[in-house]
């Protein structure tokens, strides 16, 4: 069929209704649809949005699976050395969450992002920021 075929623009001008439905100005109005109330959502968000956390908080650990279970000649010593880089991989994705807390608590106290990622990685002017935050002040007299 032609969009401009003049009994299609007739229906359109019109305001003819499909079967069924009625016009408007017929003056027999349809019933509101009820209202659906929301669909609950889990407090974390969705199930995929929890997969893709996981899969960032444990990326070193599946990278060092995956090059093992690549770089094996069979099955068996592909698995072997693939658990071993996770469990080393594992290790690194721990270090780097105590970081990111680190740096996130900084922050909180007042810390801009650089000067946070700088003390979290730096055990000396991670001290001397601790010290200036937790040192009871002296008290004039």
Known sequence: MNSTDPWFLSLYRE???WPGETAPGDGATAPAPP????????PGGTFLSGVGDWLANNRS??????AGIAGGRTWGEGLSKGFQNAMTGRTLDQQHAAHSQTVAALMK???DETTARAAAGNPTMLRAFLW???NPRSRPL
């Open 15 to 17: 305001g003819s209704a």
């Open 35 to 42: 209202p659906q109330p929301p669909i609950p959502q889990p």
């Open 61 to 66: 650990a599946l990278m060092g699976l995956g």
């Open 109 to 111: 106290h007042g810390l």
């Open 132 to 134: 200036q935050l937790y």
